[in-house]
């Protein structure tokens, strides 16, 4: 008999080879058809109801994807080489060793970027993502970096599929910048609240395989309160967070690879987790969030 210590950390099944093809193939839509074909753009909104999370291939445009690239390599190059002064007149900088800005409602409502690399927990637990570079508001970094992130986010149109998705007018919250580089602390499956909540991934670099540090979602766990309930329960009797799904024992989950310029949006109130990644992997991905 498991103990319940092993039941609380059992993560779901991840899908592999055909299964996880399947699967994927079932949620993924060519962008260029869900702007052009009422059919596809309502198809594309069903299935975000039903299984919480769509595929939408070649949102970015090339040209984009390699200026912003261009932009984050120089930016990256300032900070390695401390060359801070152009950085701190137009950003908040919390590095590993100087943190000026603390609380994510602080970053989020923050009137310039904020350029905040994760660090482990005081406290030693896991889930950290320690080593990521997390961006808050990267589209005021530049006018040039402003207009390329608009150009790949499409807010107006996913603001409509979300309408129709769910029969509520959503809004953008916050816009991100995730640059991973080997990151493998990172956070077990969990739901971000119990709101009504979405967020889209546009894909920077390829991901590929499991080292480059997937995004990882258990379909239709959205609306399976049981599922929830069952976590939430087990939670509170034994200190866990609120929103880790810790009984996910029998669920099988995908894992998003996708190619540059492609887009996953998601309701944050399933079952999601980013793979840990190879200690030399890299990925980069923008990141948008929408609430009533």
């Given amino acids: 008999m498991l103990s319940s210590t092993t039941i609380a950390t059992k993560k779901p099944t991840l899908l592999h080879g055909e299964a996880l093809a399947q699967a994927v193939a079932s949620i993924s839509f060519q962008f260029s058809e869900i702007v052009q074909s009422r059919r596809s753009f309502l ?7 039903r299984h919480g999370i769509i595929c ?20 990256l190059a300032d900070i390695e080489s ?3 002064t152009n950085l701190q007149d137009i950003a908040y900088l919390n590095l590993p060793n100087l943190r000026v800005l603390k609380g994510y409602n ?23 993502d320690a080593g ?39 809004r953008v919250k916050c816009r991100n910048l995730y640059l991973n580089q080997g990151v493998q602390d990172t956070r077990s499956y969990h739901c971000d609240g119990r709101s009504l909540k979405f967020k889209s991934f546009v894909y920077i670099s390829d991901v590929n395989e499991l080292d480059d540090g997937p995004y990882c979602y258990v379909k239709g766990s959205h609306r399976r309160r049981r599922m929830w309930w069952r976590s939430a329960t087990f939670n509170k009797k034994n200190e866990l967070g609120p929103f880790e799904f ?38 980069a991905v923008l990141v948008n969030m929408y609430q009533r």
Avoid at 106 to 114: M, Q
């Fill in 132 to 170: 990521m570079i997390d961006i808050f508001h990267p589209e005021r970094l530049s006018i040039n970096l402003g207009k390329r992130i608009q150009n790949c986010l499409h807010e107006t149109l996913i603001q409509r599929l979300l309408l129709v998705s769910s029969m509520n007018r959503m």
């Fill in 56 to 75: 939408l291939t070649g949102a970015a445009s090339d040209q984009d994807l390699a200026s912003i690239r261009s932009d984050i390599h120089n930016l």
């Fill in 106 to 128: 602080n970053f989020r409502d923050a009137d310039r970027p904020v350029i905040n690399y994760r660090v482990k927990r005081p406290d030693g637990r896991t889930g950290s």
């Fill in 246 to 283: 810790s009984q996910l024992q029998g669920a099988e989950a995908i894992s998003l690879f996708a190619k540059a310029g492609d887009m996953v949006l998601s309701s944050q109130k399933g079952a999601h987790c980013g793979h840990p990644q190879h200690p030399e992997a890299k990925r």
């Fill in 43 to 49: 198809a594309a909104a069903w299935a975000l109801r």
């Fill in 82 to 84: 401390n060359d801070l």
